[in-house]
């Protein structure tokens, strides 16, 4: 039977969108690579070990969902910067230090930030896209409803034209 919390997480994966989905990615890779580093301060070789590597995985499958055929240059940067995260979480975990983990911790950090604002301004367009839709279907709707009303008062004008 599963946890609550691994339930709660469960739902929360399952009903997010793909950008909240990425966002969850990296504040799970953050969060491993901290833990990571603390591990390596406190000479827990193992528990430093299993951090790293999940965050190494989280930063894989982050590399793994670009999509060239999309955006090839801007992919193609991403993703150099990615092999470089990952590569300083690699050279932490050989050689123990919590500098590398540091200077994956910064670019990440700066992604995340990056990643928010992004999702701030789809988040933005979608409510003004949306707000045009509902203008545009109101404006057709209050046409409908004044063509309406002038087939009625023509229907009335003619057929009082025939009473008389």
């Known amino acids: ?19 909240m989905l990425t966002l969850m990615l990296w504040d799970g890779a953050i969060r491993f690579a901290e833990q990571g580093r603390e591990a390596i301060h406190a000479k827990n070789i193992e528990g430093s070990y ?3 590597v999940r965050s190494q995985r989280i930063i894989i499958e982050l590399s793994a969902g670009l999509r060239h055929t999309v955006a090839p240059e801007l992919c193609g940067k991403l993703a150099a910067l990615y092999n470089f995260i990952h590569r300083r979480l690699v050279d932490a975990n050989l050689t123990k230090d919590a500098q590398c983990v540091e200077d994956a911790l ?6 995340r930030e990056t990643w928010v604002l992004l999702m701030d301004k789809l988040t933005k367009e979608r409510a003004a896209n949306a707000r045009e839709t ?4 109101v404006d057709a709707v209050s046409s409908a409803d004044a063509a309406d009303a002038a087939d009625v008062a023509a229907r009335q004008v003619a057929s009082a034209a025939h009473a008389h």
């Open 134 to 137: 509902i203008v545009a279907n």
């Open 50 to 52: 299993k951090a790293l």
């Open 106 to 111: 910064q670019i990440m950090r700066h992604q």
């Open 1 to 19: 039977m599963a946890l609550p919390n691994q339930e709660y997480l469960r739902t929360k994966v399952l009903t997010a969108s793909p950008e």
